[in-house]
């Protein structure tokens, strides 16, 4: 309303004045959660609420111990810094406070979604017919595909409805295939399917971390043999610790002459839709029968903001319901879009809208060449961890995540102290790094999402791990 106008540019302004003031000058502050919880003990929820000033003060504090993801030293995880308009789309998507569910309380933002997804298929060269929902992410994303290729699965052996009648005793013969790689949320949703984890069967990745298409054809067979069904094989288009692209293409012919449900997990990958140097890596991608796409990774979107992509909308059918208070059957038949039918959320954000935006101001060409220095920024910081006797490289880059272990010098176990580096440096408010496993050896790593950082800052990152290594190599020397 008119009146609330300067009350609105207020807030809004007091809220960017205080991320300003208050964000650190480093990754973290190095808290732990026991010294946090104890900062926010007091007075913590005053009854008769507080000032406007007293407010900002504790967000200041609760701001001064947060992840600075802007800073060049933060370089974990798939946790990108947003775009500002992206941001200032966020603030628009909060005051209208649509509903994703129903048309009549989201009209114009249905439209536009509709509209979004529409260009993503057609981005992606899926046919006509094809349609989506955006999503909270990768992980909703994923379950969505293998609850829908269930669904389909069981209709097409069994003709049993899963939606009205459950899980027949038959499912248990259900199989999903996933390379050794994939995301863990491949594994959730058989759990939280009713499938179970053992339901999910893996397939060796080869020696550039791609699902093995010929261990493939094996593995199906194998399932035949044993009288079992596989419902979906899922392939990853940017895996989340080495950035690598399943062989789409190879996959996506044994799914069509298996008849088999094929699945695209492009969370990460998703962003070499608009890469002029790196699209090619996708080729296969229109052939799947659903995709889980995410911007809040390499497109720099606030959280959250990704999108799931049916290569049949009319798949839906498995997981459409109607109330007749909400989106009642004859809307259907009116043209009225609901798309709570197409979501497993009801209340759902106005996401579209951070991406549209950010495509309106940058276009796809300025995206594009970002999101291909992220990966040239990758392949630099590899070069440099080649050039370092201290440092040693798993592999060379696929896209921009980068694993290396520091060598200590000494008789020190490797996995131990590349351990405690990773913590050390966490803990100081140093850099925030990443960290894991590959065969039984701990790698730590660097996920090159910001195209701001330059080459110069990534070399004092990597010459700050070689220092604060060699420190602790030399106080556990010390120490006995």
Partial sequence: MPQNRSAYLDAMRAAAEVIYDSLPNRPYTGLTADQLAQSFQHDFLPPDGASAGAVLNKVSHLIQHSVVVTHPHTAAHFHCPPLIPAVAAESIIAALNQSMDSFDQAPAATVLETEMIRWLCERVELP?????????????????????????????????????????????????LCSDIAHFSIQK?????????????????????????????????????????????????????????????????ICRSTRTWFHVDAAYGAALLFSPGYRQMLHGIENADSIGLDFHKL??????????????????????????????????????????????????????????????????????????????????????????????????????????????????????????????????????????????????????????????????LLAEIVRQGTEIEANAAANG
Avoid at 344 to 365: C, H, M, N, P
Avoid at 429 to 434: L, S, V
């Fill in 128 to 176: 006509v017919g094809a349609g989506g929902v955006f999503t909270s992410g990768g992980t909703q994303s994923n379950f969505m595909g293998l609850m829908l290729a269930r669904d389909n699965c069981v209709q097409a052996h069994w003709n049993w409805n899963v939606r009205e009648r459950g899980l027949p005793a038959a499912a248990s013969r259900i199989r999903i």
């Fill in 189 to 253: 949703s058989a759990a939280q399917l009713g499938l179970g984890t053992q339901a999910v069967r893996t397939i060796p990745t080869d020696s550039s971390r791609r699902l093995c298409a010929r261990s493939l054809r094996v593995e199906l067979a194998k399932l035949r043999e044993e009288e079992l069904y596989c419902m979906a094989v899922v392939a990853t288009a940017g895996s989340t610790d080495f950035g690598s692209v399943d062989p789409l293409s190879e996959i996506a012919g």
């Fill in 299 to 460: 497109l720099w979107q606030p959280i959250s903001c990704s999108a799931f992509l049916l290569r049949d909308a009319g798949q839906f059918r498995h997981m459409e319901l109607h109330a007749d208070y909400l989106n009642p059957v004859d809307h259907a038949d009116s043209g009225i879009p609901n798309l709570v039918t197409k979501s497993i959320a009801t209340t759902r954000r106005f996401d579209s809208l951070k991406l549209w935006v950010s495509l309106q101001v940058l276009g796809e060409k300025k995206l594009g060449e970002m999101i291909d220095r992220t990966f040239a920024l990758a392949q630099h910081v590899a070069e440099m961890i080649r050039r370092n006797q201290r440092l040693e490289l798993l592999q060379a880059p696929s896209l921009g995540c980068v694993l290396f272990r520091y060598l200590p010098t000494n008789n020190e176990d490797v996995n131990r102290v590349n351990g405690r580096l990773r913590q050390r440096l966490f803990d100081r408010g140093i850099a925030i790094i990443g960290q894991t496993k590959f065969l039984e050896r701990q790698y730590l790593k660097l996920t090159c999402m910001n195209p701001a950082v330059m080459e110069q800052q990534y070399e004092e």
